[in-house]
């Protein structure tokens, strides 16, 4: 083999040479091909033989010969040479430690030798004269490619929000920009092409109208003339001639070609009565050509044609040539550059809070609390921010007359003010609604979490949630989880996708096994409309008034803050849904904190207590209704300790849609007809468009009062009630090997109450239910009964 390159470096043997003994190795390392694994097994088998030649090779010599270090690329190999001249060592009789045995009997040394050949592709050790020379070979490894460099360093999990929104809003704007460069030339292209192309109509027409009185008078050698004269001014036309009424060449580019009969080439379709024609042809000559045609009269009288053929290379060379690309670039970089300045900004306001503020809460996880917390901002982050520092402060006061117990129960306190100040202080004011809250933490600071905040003028976002963990840690959480979702939800319509987007702000920033459940609902006053959606939380309960129905409303969806590898799957798996609400209808939005909740003989209150009870008091008001469900769960704990927070919010509608609307109507009628006031001064006061207001009265003058009343469709569910539910369960008792669609025929029986629903809302019970496969359904009749003998005997 030959040896391509070879690279040495000789110095004494000292150690404040390592750091150039490394720089060496790093940059022929590279040089050499090494990737960054190769490199960085490399560069350490290098220090390590190196700092031991030091150490130990010239012990008890006078004269210190130094170390020498030879570097060789031969083919696909890399030899490495290091020598020196101090005492013989025989490496070789170094025997692999026992890695265990070294542990146990707490010894320090003794693997370097092993960490090299471990890192190396063949070491060799031996000594030449006076000289000790340790060899070792390593194949080169092919570069990685590019792709392959992201997919191992990058990972969208381990980058930090910050990061992952530059990435993704910088390859974004760059697209958009080179997008927009790209359009813009093509449309540039095709403008200037019409623009060509109209040019050399006019310019057909105009030589044919100027050829008109030659051809009558017979004088064609002034056609010819005007025809040279058009061709040397207009480079790109390939041939330009005339015919006469009888189909003769009177004028040609082409000298043998006049007095001879015209012919219309194949593919052309010939001129008739039109005025001009443009088309595209493929000339035996020229190739892919334009040719124009343009009819000849006098007053009428068809006299003549001009025609006129140009090469579409050439006309492609004079528009590309016309192209104003460099303005386009100029502008493009222009915009870009706009664009990531907004980037920055929008990084700033909303990324680098969140970030601090999670680098302060890990800060203060590994330097205890009395460092004081350290971030300043605007916004919601300064309430945040005041509010965490005004706990340092006072725990750092207290800290010198509490004991260490005293102390964290002292800022368990302080940290359940901190969650108290950062819970709505009111609920708000919802026309045609009632709403109320409760929270209890079940210790100082829990993990239970609720808030209301608009999301615009005629719509307020509702949430409930839950951190899996309580105490201090569930309180800091909950608080960045209350900001960053108050500036996702701001304007935007859609549950689900609020949610989404909390979750991606949110990945990868939160403490490993740490996540929370959010239930989250968009009230719209307005068009009264609930949006809603869950990220894993227990289901939202609906009582229809008029049915005297309970649902369990459970939309499918992730946990925030879970890592499942793949943030798509997220997105993927969260539901959005809709509905109406009636007068009396009743939602009530709660932890698990409620049915977890036990008495004394350990027995939970458990979903059946909580629908049994909504069922009984949904004729309440709902501030009397919270006080009574609270009373009732502390009736049944008896004071039981608690070792989960309960929260809840109860919401019910007080007025019917088409009552609100009516009473609008009404009230703009009145306040038209009767206080006289103006039509754009009413409509703007009640929020009706004036549009609106000309149609209702043109209706009620036609049918009356009764036509304004308006109609209002309501919005379905898909989710079997909470009795049907039940009867499901007792068809399964009975015959657990029944699929859905022989479960939903014994619900239409007599004993059964003749139940009449679809088998695609059974089956989606069941999923809920987690009883959708038979062997799910045998051990939940297993876990309630035993082994009854119907179960045996399927079996």
Known sequence: MKATRTRRLKVPADTKHLIQIRDFAIKYGQKFGFNLRQLNGFKLSIDEICTNIIRYAYQGIETNGGLEIEIMRQDDQVITKVSNWGVEFDHNS???PELHQYVKEGRKGGFGIYLVRQLNDEVTFGRVGNQNIITFINNVESRPTLMEVIKQNFHPSQMTIRVRFGVIATIIISLVTIGTFFLASIS???VLTRQFKNNYVTILKNFAQASADHILSKRELLITEQLYKLIEDEEVISRLFVIDRNGVIVADKVITNIGKAYSVPPGIIPLLDQEYLVQEYKDPQYGNSLFYSASIRIADAYI????LAMRKAELTKVINSRLKRLRIIMYMFFFWGIGMGGVGIMG???????KKITEEINRLGKEGLVGGFHFSGGGEFAEISKAFDRMMREIKQSQVRLTDQARLKREMQLAQGIQQTLLPKNVPETVG???AAQYNAAMEVGGDYYDFFYVDENAIGITV???????IGGAFVMSIVRTALRLEARGEKNASEVLVKLNSTLNGEMKKGMYITLFYIILDSKRRVINYASAGHTP?????????????LNPKGFPIGLNLGDEKLFRKNAENEKMHLNKGDLLLIYTDGITEAMNPEREEYSEKRLLEFVRENNNLQVDVFKDSFMENIMDFTRGYPQSDDITFIVIKEKKKYAELQYEKRMLLFDMIEKDGRSVKEACAKV?????SYYKLRKMREARGFEAIVPVHKEKGIQVLDFDISEKILEVIREYPEYPAKQINTELNTEKHGFIKVDNTLVYRELRRLKLSTVAKRLAYVKRVQGNNEKVTRYK
């Open 433 to 435: 609604f009632e709403i």
């Open 687 to 691: 929020g009706i468009s004036r549009s």
């Open 540 to 552: 939202m309960v609906l009582y229809r008034s008029k049915t005297n129905q309970i649902f369990r």
């Open 465 to 471: 949630g839950d951190v899996s963990g309580k105490g």
């Open 94 to 96: 170094v025997e692999v």
């Open 188 to 190: 540039q292209k095709r």
């Open 304 to 307: 003549g044609k001009a025609f």
């Open 348 to 354: 700033s306001m909303f990324i680098t809070p969140i």
